[in-house]
């Protein structure tokens, strides 16, 4: 069996032992050392660290087995391994925000089903590199989501679609209501800490930043610990100042449009106008639009003020059709290929008419109107479905006939001209009615 040795810098942490590929040795042997720096490896009397998940600000993740359970349950154990120069303070400061991940996990992990659960939390210590000296480890152990964060999901599979986001969104932000409800603020919301499930479930990761809001009565929210991710990060952040609700909102609206243009986060924001400009990269529903917008003010106070908010204003004007009952699905009476052929007969059949009836009578005046008229009467048929395929086909076809054999309807214009003129009118009429349709589609899209 492999097994991953935990102690930071350790020059081969890989071990290999075949005597643990036994079970039944695996569940009893007592404990087992790093081969190259003697590290102990069994944590805690249970897990078993066998691979290196990733290394974060704080710490490293490892994907370990748990050999208390039966099936050797999969889990995460993160190690506080501040990476960096650090000053005491600042050294104590991340222990303390690795220890409130614990606690805070503890408290609502258990809760919800998109927040990993907590199993364990413990320090570890082991006789340092260093001869005659000792090191301290903390350790949290968490249920292991078997999936990809949405940041790798973004490499992988490029931009996220409308409704891809719109999901995540929703997802989270109901995870949010939750989290905020019970005076937490996450604070470090961005696509790595966003994972998916093999199954498609969503989960919040790393409470690591965390930040209990102490007197939310009073309506002060919590102060900054200057602990957030750059680009994400809101104003108030970023300034160290008082953090509130809608700081997660603004740092999952960046969240979205990253996922949403596929750019980073920073290159979104104009310093010189200090505006997000993402419009250019990518169309969505103005009212989405709109909602991120104003999840991404400046002012924390003129964002929405709770996740709970957004999720009400989502619901009203952004409910996917497809979630609508069928009765209130607004069904359009027409395709587009129904509409645009519909188009193509009225010209045809109405330039056939007009030259008809120009031949007829000499004032203008008589044939423009009764061209009009029959033409209305035509259009009128056609949308009550009185005239549809089969017959359309037939009316122009006679029509055609009438005027290309009858010389006495097409006075003075030859056959030829009949055709250019007839294709002229199919042509306008598809491309006028083509222009109302986007126009109209545009329309409805704004109000
Ligand atoms: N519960 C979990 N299940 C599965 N993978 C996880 C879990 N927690 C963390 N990971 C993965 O482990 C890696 C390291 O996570 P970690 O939280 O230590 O740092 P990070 O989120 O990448 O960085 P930072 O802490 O700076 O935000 C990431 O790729 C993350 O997706």
Not at 312 to 331: A, G, N, W
Request: hydrophobic share 45%; glycine share 6%; charged share 15%.
């Amino acid at each position: 069996m492999e097994v991953y040795c935990t102690r930071p810098h350790c020059p081969r942490p890989q071990n290999h032992f075949a005597d643990l590929d036994d079970i039944t040795t695996l569940k009893t042997t007592q404990q087992k050392f790093c081969l190259t720096c003697g590290m102990p490896l069994i944590l805690d009397g249970r897990y078993v660290t066998i691979n290196l998940l990733g290394r974060g600000g704080f710490g490293a993740a490892f994907l370990a087995r748990d050999r208390r359970i039966p099936g050797m349950r999969s889990c995460v154990v993160k190690q506080f391994q501040p990476a960096g120069d650090f000053t005491p303070t600042q050294l104590q400061l991340a222990q303390q925000l690795f220890e409130r991940e614990a606690e805070v996990l503890a408290q609502i992990g258990n809760e919800h089903e998109q927040i990993p659960d907590l199993f364990a939390f413990f320090p570890v210590t082991v006789p340092s590199l260093q001869l005659g000296q000792e090191d301290q480890f903390f350790y949290l152990v968490q249920e292991y989501i078997d999936g990809q964060n949405l940041e790798e999901e973004l490499i992988q599979k490029g931009r996220f679609s409308e409704q891809q986001v719109l999901h995540v969104l929703q997802e989270i932000l109901n995870v949010l209501k939750f989290v905020h409800d019970r005076n937490i603020l996450h604070r470090d919301i961005k696509p790595s800490n966003i994972m998916r499930r093999r199954d498609g479930k969503l989960f919040l990761l790393d409470f690591g930043a965390v930040k209990q809001v102490t007197n939310a009565s009073s309506g002060r929210s919590g102060s900054s610990t200057g602990i957030y991710s750059i680009g994400f990060a809101p104003p108030e952040q970023m300034a160290g100042g008082q953090v509130y609700p809608s700081t997660d909102l603004y740092a999952l609206a960046v969240t979205i449009l990253t996922l949403l243009t596929g750019q980073e986060a920073t290159q979104l924001f104009d310093a010189h106008s200090n505006q997000w400009q993402w419009r250019m990269h990518v169309t969505v529903n103005p009212r989405l639009a709109n909602i991120l917008d104003k999840m991404l003010l400046s002012a924390a106070n003129q964002r929405f003020q709770s996740a709970d908010q957004v999720l009400k204003v989502l619901s009203h004007q952004l409910i996917p059709p497809t979630l609508l009952p069928q009765t209130k699905q607004p069904q359009p009476s027409f395709s587009p290929w129904e509409l645009l052929s519909g188009a193509a007969f009225s010209g045809f059949e109405g330039a056939l008419i007009a030259i008809a009836l120009f031949s007829l009578f000499k004032p203008p005046i008589i044939p423009l109107v009764v061209s009009v008229l029959i033409l209305g009467i035509l259009i009128f048929a056609q949308t009550r479905r009185w005239i549809e395929k089969f017959s359309l086909l037939i009316i122009s076809g006679i029509t055609f006939a009438l005027v290309l054999f009858m010389p006495f309807l097409r006075r003075g214009i030859g056959v030829e001209e009949v055709i250019i003129l007839v294709v002229m009118g199919c042509l306008l009429t598809v491309a006028v009615t083509a222009v109302f349709r986007l126009v109209y589609k545009l329309l409805y899209l704004i109000f």
